[in-house]
């Protein structure tokens, strides 16, 4: 049994941003059924404390990072948890990033310098009978988790940093290192130095054992200067330890044919039974209820998911009667430009700005195509739950959004293999194009359901992902035969 301690600043059920909560809350029981065990480390927010029960003080801290901690060990969600009751740094308002009003909490250093280091310590013994071989840590917040393991005294101790997005890197001044409890030379660019500051993600790609990004297309992606955001020269010098794998998603949570937040639920043979989900995804967005195709879209609002772009085509897209239904949040600038379509276009735009679990699910088993027109997308989850729900996927051709659509060209649709639409470059001349494909291919219903039974037939799940993580641990603690014995 492989024991693994992940380390995420977010995991669905508890408390959940975007997709990594997403993929730190199913990777655990997926990897269970290959007899890995995995522990999830998490910050002791208001909602992870809130929403534990039972649980059991494990270690306490008279001083940690400069306040009292108790390290919680709890199951919730059917997760196995190890929460960081900190309330001097997670007892607060807000996401877990930023305060009420939008700002980053200006001891974010902190926050996550204090996770990872406990991530550390559980790993050289601080709970009696608990000795986690592999630390798995995810994204920027977890990032210097490798770099207390290389600068600590074990070197049995083996890490795996994954990239859910490398947009956010974590970057500080100088002036914080004296306080991140790491030895003089680990100021260095072998360690946590980055431009002169201190980069948590950086740190975390040059100290890990083993990088991971969440599908093969980023993993390349990633090495070039068009999206590796500086860091691109880092990851092609140790690319023989950087790997794609992409994510899965959570089939029982997102089930078409048991899932309570519909208003019907279906199965790929009884996908005209959608129907009566979109009536209610339209009442839900002002929308007419009419039978006109109807664009869906589930995202943070933000210049890397595109939205601007899908802005700029409202307009074509209502002129060729269709509708569309926005969940999501983020920049004020396109808050406002969708909100101006939808005044635009009573009855046939509407916009949903909270964050909204519930409504997300609606949106896939209602919407007859969900948008994801990002220019950058390490993996994408939304298009996957897109194709699980039989609402076909439209999609910019970049990252994991190229790795698991495939796209509705002559060919393909010959073969009987598209599952959805896909456009380059993602800009807007592609984007309205693809629309006008999205919508010649709704006016042959045969065709088009086709895609969608295929769709909801391709295998989403976390299955084959689980097995390549499963193989990356084995691989690394020289347990080479590891596969054969329990896959
Ligand atoms: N207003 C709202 N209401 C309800 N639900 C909402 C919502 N806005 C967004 N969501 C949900 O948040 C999640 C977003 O996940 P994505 O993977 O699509 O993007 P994100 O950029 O957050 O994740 C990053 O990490 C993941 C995980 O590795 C990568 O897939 C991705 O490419 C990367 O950018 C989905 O579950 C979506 O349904």
Redesign the pocket.
């Known amino acids: 049994m492989i024991e693994v301690l992940s380390v995420a600043s977010e995991v669905?059920p508890l408390i959940?941003?975007?997709?990594?909560?997403?993929?730190a809350g199913a990777l655990p029981a997926a990897l269970a059924e290959r007899g890995i065990s995995v522990r999830t480390l998490i910050p002791g927010y208001p909602a992870v404390t809130g929403g534990i029960s039972g649980g059991r003080v494990v270690a306490e801290f008279g001083a940690l990072f400069g306040g009292e901690a108790r390290v919680i060990a709890a199951r919730a969600g059917g997760l196995d948890l190890i929460v960081l009751d900190a309330p001097y740094l997670f007892d607060r308002p807000g996401n877990p990033y930023m305060s009420p009003d939008g700002w980053d909490w200006p001891d974010n250093w902190r926050r996550f310098a204090a996770l990872s280091w406990v991530a550390h310590e559980l790993a050289v013994g601080l709970v009696e009978g608990y000795r986690p071989q592999v630390l798995h840590a995810h994204?920027w917040t977890a990032g210097l988790v490798p770099a207390y393991v290389k600068y600590g005294p074990s070197d049995r101790i083996k890490t795996v940093m994954?990239i859910?997005?490398l947009?956010f890197q974590g970057t500080f001044g100088a002036d914080i290192f004296t306080q991140l409890r790491l030895p003089s030379h680990a100021f260095s660019m072998e360690g946590v130095e980055y431009y002169g500051g201190v980069g948590y993600l950086k740190s975390g790609l040059e100290c890990a054992d083993i990088v991971t990004t969440?599908?093969p297309t980023?993993a390349a992606e990633i090495r070039t200067p068009a999206f590796g955001m500086g860091l691109d020269g880092l990851l092609e010098n140790r690319s023989e330890t950087v790997f794609g794998v992409l994510?899965g998603i959570d089939v029982t949570a997102w089930d078409p044919a048991t899932d309570a937040s519909l208003a019907q639920t279906y199965t790929a043979s009884t996908t005209h039974k959608r129907i009566a989900n979109k009536m209610a995804l339209q009442e839900a967005f002002g929308l007419e209820v009419a039978n006109a195709p109807l664009f869906g879209v589930?995202?943070?609002l933000t210049w890397?998911?595109g939205i601007d772009l899908l802005v700029a085509c409202v307009d074509a897209l209502v002129a060729q009667g269709a509708q569309l239904a926005v969940?999501?949040?983020g920049e004020t600038e396109l808050e406002n430009g969708l909100r101006a379509a939808a005044m635009r276009h009573p009855g046939k735009v509407g916009i949903?700005?909270?964050?909204?679990?519930r409504?997300?699910h609606l949106?896939?088993g209602g919407a007859d195509v969900v948008m994801?027109p990002?220019r950058?997308?390490?993996?994408?989850?939304?298009?996957l739950?897109a194709l699980r729900y039989g609402a076909i996927p439209l999609v910019s051709r970049v990252?994991?959004l190229n790795d698991t659509v495939i796209d509705a060209n002559v060919a393909a649709l010959y073969a009987g293999v598209a599952t959805g639409i896909q456009f380059a470059p993602p800009d807007e001349h592609a984007l309205a194009d693809a629309i006008r494909r999205a919508l010649d291919l709704y006016r042959q219903p045969e065709s088009w359901k086709k895609m969608q039974r295929r769709g909801m037939k391709s295998d989403v799940s976390w299955e084959t992902s689980a097995a390549r993580y499963a193989d990356i641990y084995a691989n690394l603690l020289g347990l080479k035969d590891y596969d054969d014995q329990n896959g």
């Not at 959940?16 to 993929?23: I, R, S, Y």
């Not at 949903?352 to 679990?357: G, I, Q, W």
């Not at 950058?376 to 298009?383: A, V």
């Open positions: 669905y959940k941003t975007g997709g990594l909560a997403d993929v994204d994954t859910h997005n947009a969440v599908s980023y994510n589930v995202s943070r890397q998911k969940l999501g949040s949903v700005t909270r964050y909204d679990e409504l997300s949106v896939q994801v990002s950058f997308e390490p993996c994408g989850l939304t298009q739950y990252g994991g």
